[in-house]
């Protein structure tokens, strides 16, 4: 079977989602249908240039926001995009078997995950049990933050701390760091903010 060699580099890729984001501010998004052709010929295969771990949020669809056609982007979505064994393998499989150049965990301003990491840390609010679960992904990220900070202001410092965490999570992996090295994969966060639709990437 052929080796699947990523069409893009890391940083041609990063530079398509800021492209692909910067038409989506402007309005000029290229992507409102899609042709039978270019999904038959996506039924062959998939060759995407990035994969993006973002929050499952209604109002931040990844083709969307970044302004990527079918096949282009590899998407895993969930709750304060955390990780799990599932989300793991899935990355996994992203770097293993696509090939694809650039990881992106992508958070986004007022995310309801992150503000219930918040009330749980700071005023000890409970949720369900299996949202609990999902919550102890995201206070270890919060550990720094000074809780008597207004609360948008925590918010969004809390937002873009839970990024970094997830993001430092992932370079301590084997893959990544083995990947790394060789200059083989880059990864990067962002933050989408809601308001405006920019989507703000992290040094």
Do not use: W
């Not at 990844?62 to 990527?68: Q, R």
């Not at 090939?99 to 992508?106: A, E, K, Q």
């Amino acid at each position: 079977m052929p080796v699947n060699h990523p069409a893009y580099t890391a940083e041609e890729a990063l530079q398509r989602l800021k492209e692909g984001n910067a038409r989506f501010v402007a309005g000029e998004a290229r992507f409102p249908t899609v042709q039978k052709e270019v999904l038959a010929e996506l039924a062959k295969g998939q060759q995407p240039y990035a994969t993006i771990l973002g929050c499952s949020d209604s109002r931040v669809p990844p083709e969307l926001v970044f302004d990527a056609g079918f096949g282009e982007l590899f998407v895993v979505r969930v709750a304060g995009n955390v990780l799990g064994p599932s989300i793991l393998g899935t990355l996994q499989y992203a770097g293993a078997h696509l090939h694809t150049p650039l990881f992106v965990v992508l958070g986004h301003e007022g995310c309801g995950a992150v503000k219930a990491a918040i009330a749980s840390k700071f005023q000890g609010a409970t949720q369900k049990s299996r949202i609990e679960i999902l919550l102890e992904n995201i206070l270890p990220a919060l550990e720094t933050l000074d809780g008597t900070q207004p609360a948008e202001a925590l918010l969004h410092s809390a937002v873009e701390a839970n990024v970094r965490h997830t993001v430092s999570q992932l370079l301590a992996t084997p893959e990544a760091q083995a990947n790394l090295a060789i200059g083989k994969v880059k990864l990067v966060g962002a933050v989408y903010e809601l308001e405006t639709g920019r989507v703000r990437f992290l040094d």
